[in-house]
């Protein structure tokens, strides 16, 4: 189930839904991160950053 997501995305590149270059996320089930009080509860502090690929990776690698 996993690899559907990931699947998806490449027979959309193939047909060209998706730009070259693109940066695409995939949440892969198996590791309960779909489930917001499974991550909570998991995951450790929440941390609020803007929705820009600077600031979460600023977020990640601070740490």
Do not use: M, W, Y
Request: some cysteine; aromatic content about 0%.
């Amino acid at each position: 189930a996993s690899a559907t997501s990931v699947a998806g995305v490449v027979a959309a590149a193939r047909a060209g839904k998706i730009e070259a270059g693109a940066t695409v996320v995939c949440t892969l089930t198996g590791h309960g991160l779909k489930d917001p009080d499974t991550a909570i509860s998991q995951g450790g502090e929440v941390v609020t950053v803007n929705a820009t690929l600077d600031a979460v990776q600023r977020a990640i690698l601070d740490r």
